[in-house]
């Protein structure tokens, strides 16, 4: 089945590589990866051609082994109740190169769900309408779901006025020991 | 708080746009929510839904732990419903390992999850009349009847909501004949409760005329934004994942699938009310055919489950909507490479501000009420 919609894309979008990826054995789910610069072609003709008007769910997984963030469709359709059919891109993981076409003018269901993956996984949507962090608060300034994040170790540190009035009393006082010292220099440089 | 945005000339009196923030401590927000609304006088001309404040990165900590070890977590997303937060999740890992779960379980599964859609059903409910301004009465009958759900459950699992009771290839406990007896009288009893609630609310002329007319959400709107649960039943769309999908025992069952028309507030307040008729219907074929027999598949080893290399979707229809969990195993297996949840309540948010331009800011407060969310589940 999964062939026949294959050939079926091949033939309606020109130019467009198709790649299928196989899920577990037991989950019977195989994907279709898609090269960005034909997804959102091949996700309209998705749309209009096959009846596919569900997107159910977006997410990002990171893989730095192959070096690559991919982005996954989950597309249903009410219509003819059938599905799922999986929609996978790929971009590199570098924050510059990290883009992939937004499916939000298709599909609205997208629009927090592709923020969500910007939050958290860096990468950006070409065309999405107002692509924000959703989560995580606005300052924030990496992307915790990448396999590569360290959390820090205070997670509630703030920059203060009173950062260099501690410092101070701390390098008069000497109470706290060197080690703690270092990480207060590391967190002020953050 | 308050800020000007722009000058609207109307000839005599220049009025202006203010933005408002409502929430984050607001008891309509129903937890920490925000929603930035641009009113024009009284009217909403605007309304961004600011999310995140209870963000604990819930899918970051199940890919640090074995896939047993999450099922306690997902309790926590939707503190309402955790039977079929539990189940979305064996829902995935049993579909993406191949397991087959025991006739007695699948029932058992039923039976709780139709129970926690009644209980969810009818605390929303008295939540929305709690933000219409009916203080306290009507969420306390509900919350009633709620409470010998939760005894039940209490004596099934140990815990009142937080159940953490199915595991892969099954339940933990068994449900004895006496839990059966408490659940057969439970279902008997509902229906007058919920007769007697409809008599209070369904023709109440101040919830009409506070309800009706009142954030109406389009049939293609409402597809297209992926919105699911009941509030998509609410506007016409034919869509329950326990028809389509046929999940567990569910195609055994008979049940009707209840369908709004105008898809506006009141459509969302009666498609619920019908909803746990139909729940009870469910209930007592479940009751009645409860077959014997293990209420675990003996094959599954909850020590060292290893899931193989590969990813997979799994969806239930929990009372909120489509709950569903990505997951991606890698070469070990033993924990999860990647772990998505779809959250029925988070991506029914995204029509919020087209249900509510054009309405009064009041009406903001009961539209927020109509779409049912739970901010442990938003914010993940």
């Not at chain 1, 079926?8 to 020109?14: D, K, L, M, S």
């Not at chain 2, 005599?12 to 203010?18: A, D, L, N, S, V």
């Not at chain 2, 009958?141 to 409470?147: N, Q, S, T, V």
Request: with cysteine; charged share 25%; net charge negative.
């Amino acid at each position: 089945m999964i062939e026949q919609l294959r050939e079926t894309i091949a033939q309606a979008v020109p130019g467009v590589t198709l790649e299928i990826i196989q899920s577990t054995p037991a989950a019977q789910q195989p994907a279709l990866l898609v090269d960005r610069d034909h997804a959102f072609a091949t996700a309209k003709f998705l749309k209009e051609n096959q009846q596919l008007d569900f997107c159910s769910c977006v997410t990002g997984v990171d893989y730095p082994k192959l070096g690559q963030i991919e982005v996954v469709y989950h597309l249903y359709s009410v219509a003819k109740k059938t599905g799922p059919v999986v929609l996978k891109v790929r971009a590199p993981r570098e924050l510059e190169q990290c883009r992939v076409p937004s499916l939000t003018p298709l599909w609205r269901g997208c629009e927090f769900q592709e923020r969500e993956a910007y939050d958290l996984f860096g990468v950006k949507f070409d065309g999405h309408p107002d692509l924000r962090r959703i989560l995580m608060w606005d300052e924030f300034t990496d992307h915790p779901m990448r396999k590569d994040y360290v959390p820090p170790k205070d997670y509630e540190w703030e920059p203060t006025p009173h950062d260099d009035t501690l410092t101070r009393a701390v390098e008069v006082a000497g109470i706290i020991p060197p080690s703690a010292r270092e990480e207060l220099e590391k967190a002020k440089k953050k | 708080m308050i800020q000007q945005i722009s000058p609207i000339p109307t000839g005599m009196i220049e009025t202006q746009t203010i933005e408002v923030s409502i929430g984050p401590q607001h008891p309509s927000t129903h937890g920490v929510f925000r929603m930035d609304a641009v009113l024009d006088g009284e009217t909403v001309v605007g309304l961004k839904p600011v999310m995140g404040y209870l963000h604990r990165n819930h899918e970051q900590l199940a890919e640090r732990m074995t896939w047993l070890a999450s099922i306690p977590y997902t309790d926590r997303l939707d503190y309402f419903n955790s039977m079929t937060n539990n189940w979305a999740l064996c829902l995935s890992v049993e579909k993406l390992a191949g397991i087959k779960v025991p006739e007695r379980a699948e029932y058992i599964r039923v039976i709780v999850s139709e129970l926690t859609r009644i209980l969810n059903h009818s605390c929303v409910i008295g939540f929305m009349l709690q933000d219409l301004g009916a203080w306290g009465t009507p969420l306390l009958y509900a919350f009633r009847e709620r409470e010998k759900i939760l005894d039940l459950f209490e004596s099934l699992s140990g815990a009142r909501m937080m159940c953490n009771y199915m595991r892969f290839g099954g339940v933990r406990v068994d449900m004895t004949d006496a839990m059966v007896a408490q659940a057969k009288d439970i279902v008997a009893k509902f229906p007058r409760f919920l007769d007697e609630f409809e008599q209070l609310l369904s023709n109440n002329e101040v919830l009409l005329a506070r309800c009706q007319k009142v954030g109406i959400l389009p049939k293609e709107l409402a597809i297209n934004a992926s919105i699911s649960g009941p509030m998509a039943r609410a506007s016409g769309v034919d869509y329950d994942i326990r028809k389509v999908d046929k999940y567990g025992v569910y195609g055994r069952f008979d049940f009707r699938v209840p369908l709004g028309e105008v898809g506006d507030v009141y459509d969302r307040y009666y498609i619920r009310v019908l909803e746990m008729r139909e729940s009870i219907k469910i209930l007592n074929q479940a009751l009645r055919d409860l077959p014997a027999g293990a209420f675990v598949a003996p094959e599954v080893k909850l020590r060292n489950f290893k899931i193989p290399p590969g990813d997979g979707y799994g969806r239930v229809e929990a009372p909120k909507g489509e709950l569903g969990f990505y997951l991606v195993s890698d070469e070990g297996g033993k924990m999860p490479y990647r772990y998505h949840c779809r959250p029925p309540s988070f991506i029914n948010l995204t029509t919020l501000e087209d249900m509510c331009l054009g309405h009064k800011v009041a009406d903001v407060v009961i539209i927020l009420g109509s779409v049912d969310i739970v901010l442990g589940e938003v914010d993940r």
